[in-house]
T-cell receptor, first 115, second 115 residues
Framework: GEDVEQSLFLSVREGDSSVINCTYT??????LYWYKQEPGAGLQLLTY?????DMKQDQRLTVLLNKKDKHLSLRIADTQTGDSAIYFC???????????????FGTGTQLKVEL | NAGVTQTPKFRVLKTGQSMTLLCAQD?????MYWYRQDPGMGLRLIHY???????AKGEVPDGYNVSRLKKQNFLLGLESAAPSQTSVYFC??????????????FGPGTRLTVL
């Protein structure tokens, strides 16, 4: 089945860039996502990338996708204390194959931003 | 527009007791999901529904039952709670098609402890 892997922890200093990495196994993934979970809250979609794209930029966020290596990364520029959260990578198959839009989530990366 | 709501927010059960978690969404979404979140394991799909009156098993369905009698509600039942079911439970919903791939909207979670 599908598998999505991430490192568990990342610590950065305020103002530095953060890079969170993810690897996945399902080559038929059509969308790949980054969700953010703040303490005591549910997950919120941060950004996503379609599988035919290599890069997507959205303000301080840059998503890079290497389909050959099945590697996804999220770069947060000028990291702030408010970025401290758990970041989940997720992938989904072609929605036209059915299965109810299921997502497969990684284990999550706890980002800690230090002053 | 409340999005996805979950009831209750916290619950403590004794082994063998039963309970039902309620999820409600007001976005007219076709798909609904129940996940559990455990440290170091990310989110794992318990059951999901692709429409009113339908349910399907996810990755970790054992010990849980679900029902979707109304489109806006998705109930998760534990018939005989076990300590291994101590977890944070998240409900999510998604539209059949959205402008952001298979974006799922999450509730705030229910923290369940089984003693």
């Amino acid at each position: 089945g599908e598998d999505v892997e991430q490192s568990l922890f990342l610590s950065v200093r305020e103002g530095d860039s953060s890079v969170i990495n993810c690897t996945y196994t399902d080559s038929s993934s059509t969308y790949l996502y980054w969700y953010k979970q703040e303490p005591g809250a549910g997950l919120q979609l941060l950004t996503y990338i379609f599988s035919n794209m290599d890069m997507k930029q959205d303000q301080r966020l840059t998503v890079l996708l290497n389909k050959k290596d099945k590697h996804l990364s999220l770069r947060i520029a000028d990291t702030q204390t408010g970025d401290s959260a758990i970041y989940f990578c997720a992938e989904s198959p072609n929605i036209l194959t059915g299965g109810g839009n299921k997502l497969t989530f990684g284990t999550g990366t706890q980002l800690k931003v230090e002053l | 527009n409340a999005g996805v709501t979950q009831t209750p927010k916290f619950r403590v059960l004794k082994t063998g007791q039963s309970m039902t978690l309620l999820c409600a969404q007001d976005m007219n979404h076709e798909y609904m999901y129940w996940y559990r979140q455990d440290p170091g394991m990310g989110l794992r799909l318990i059951h999901y529904s692709v429409g009113e009156g339908t349910t399907a098993k996810g990755e970790v369905p054992d010990g849980y039952n679900v029902s979707r009698l109304k489109k806006q509600n998705f109930l998760l039942g534990l018939e005989s709670a076990a300590p291994s079911q101590t977890s944070v439970y998240f409900c999510a919903s998604s539209a059949f098609f959205s402008g952001k791939g298979n974006e799922q909207f999450f509730g705030p979670g229910t923290r369940l402890t089984v003693l």
